[in-house]
């Protein structure tokens, strides 16, 4: 794959870094004169360009005389946090930051494919299969501290006790598959974007395309929805105290 000018920039500059990195870790970089690839790049533009922005609405907070980029912020607090208290209830609350930082870190990382000299790091793998993992370790733990760890391990054996040697093989089966589906949805939907949005502007150069673009901002914007939707469930399923 071709090296993007980020990337290419990194590389120039944290090459020695990275590798050193990656040798504490015991990974072996594919090109050691470029152990930084186009998603890594991609990863840490979008981390920067959140921390920036997150900065910037934390400085304009204001209760007095609310600027539009507080109002959008507040808006979607809002909407995440109904749909949390409707799906998980009153007490969802301390879940919302979690979700709003993973929804948009993940449409950012949608959307910054459509920039020329960007790429979609969502588009790999990786990418999604990171979002998952977080997502899948952070619902179990509210889960373990909602309820503890032994009353949390229950929910594995299921509601009869004689065939808890059946329901916990399945139970954690299933679990885990939940990581594997969050990365295929969010992975396929994105890799099918960007090459459909890049088949079209290689045999149409203008116009054709941009409907494709808006194509590709509204699936950036439903697989960050559904991203969210689907951990706010699981979220929902390890906080519930059985009654």
Partial sequence: MEELPLTAFLNKYFAGVALALLNALHITPEHHKHPITNTVAMELLVFVLLTLFFLLVRSRLSVENPGGLQHVVEGLHGFIQGQSDEIIGHHSEPYTPFLVSLFIFILLCNLIGLIPGFESP?????????????????????GVRKQGPLRYALHFTGPVWWLAWLMLPIEIISHLARMLSLTIRLFANMFAGDMVTLVFFSLVPLGVPVLFLGLHIGVSFLQAYIFVLLVTVYLAGAVETAH
Wanted: glycine letters at 4%; a negative charge; hydrophobic letters at 50%.
């Fill in 122 to 142: 969502t588009a790999d793998p990786a990418v999604p299969l990171g979002c998952a993992v977080i997502s899948f370790l952070y619902y179990n733990l509210m």
